[in-house]
């Protein structure tokens, strides 16, 4: 990104946005998902996602009279990508149904701790003492979110951790490669990817989920759709505010979607985070961002890509 590019507050403004959407959309997963399949939601998400990317793309390739807007340079990356945020999205969309989305996205928030470890036991990169002490941190925060032995996330707190151990995996991949890659084409195959196996699961399972499907009230199926453009915006937030500035610059501000979080959790749930809960997802959140911050650090050579940022995916 060159200086002339920087637009650090509109960047800062375009991620607390993402971070809003990002928010949102788990809410009203949560809140529709005790009405309608949680796999139609997961299916409606990709397939809005990919609708609206061809849209896009279409536009940049016709106005190039090219198809290099569609142009994918590994396409067993793309794959491989699309594979790892679908499941992080699935662990995600049923993960709020069994816990609130507070909590949930605090520990989910892990990635950049496992980011590092996963460095240091898959990659075999040498880790500091301090990057090693972040990651310490970041689990204490999260056990003292989950209270093990207090019964009160039970089984549940294997979501978040299972999505945040699948988007740390999804970050060192595309760490490697998203140099070679177009961000906004990337965004269009990921959509395709999880459209397209999402559907082959909707038409396995057949008659239940097609009349559930039907059977939805005109303000449930806007509901799915609008969860569906909230993914998509998100995304499409982060890659516009990466080209306005620095990763660090806009780091710390992605924790914000903890507070939003509790926010709307409160509002539609009547649920808010105990003094306890607040303690732990302040310790993940300070761990998250410093160790993210290290790692975009060591990575600007060559310069830091989008998955740095991009602490949390739906």
Wanted: net charge positive; aromatic share 10%; hydrophobic share 55%.
């Amino acid at each position: 990104m060159s200086p002339a590019g920087r637009r650090p507050a509109l960047g800062i403004t375009l991620i607390l946005l993402m971070a809003a959407c990002f928010a949102a959309m788990d809410s009203s997963t949560r809140w529709l998902g005790a009405l309608l399949p949680v796999l139609l939601l997961l299916w409606l998400r990709y397939s809005v996602q990919a609708l609206v990317m061809l849209l896009w793309q279409g536009v940049k390739a016709w106005r190039r009279r090219s198809l290099q807007p569609f142009a994918a340079a590994h396409p067993s990356f793309q794959l491989l990508r699309g594979l790892l945020l679908l499941a992080t999205s699935a662990m995600s969309f049923y993960g709020v149904q069994h816990m609130p989305v507070a909590e949930f996205t605090a520990i989910s928030m892990l990635t950049p701790v496992i980011v590092t470890l996963l460095a240091a036991l898959v990659l075999h990169e040498r880790v500091s003492g301090p990057r090693w002490a972040l990651v310490l941190g970041g689990f204490a925060g999260a056990l003292i979110v989950i209270r093990p032995g207090s019964g009160q996330f039970g089984w549940a707190v294997l979501f978040p951790l299972a999505g945040a151990c699948t988007y740390a995996s999804f970050q060192v991949l595309t760490a490697k490669l998203s140099a070679l890659e177009d961000p906004y084409a990337t965004h269009f195959y990921t959509g395709i990817t999880g459209a397209t196996l999402l559907s082959l699961l909707v038409l396995q399972q057949g008659q239940p989920l097609w009349g559930a499907l039907l059977q939805a009230s005109p303000g449930q199926w806007a509901l799915m759709i609008f969860i569906g453009l909230l993914g998509t915006t998100g995304h499409l937030l982060l890659i516009l505010a990466l080209g306005m500035a620095p990763t660090a610059t806009l780091m710390p501000f992605v924790y914000v979607q903890i507070g939003f979080a509790a926010l709307i959790g409160h509002l539609l749930f009547q649920h808010s985070p105990d003094a306890t809960a607040w303690l732990g997802m302040g310790v993940v959140s300070a761990c998250g961002a410093a160790s993210a911050w290290l790692n975009v650090r060591r990575a600007q050579r060559p310069p830091p890509s989008t998955v740095a940022l991009d602490t949390i995916a739906d």
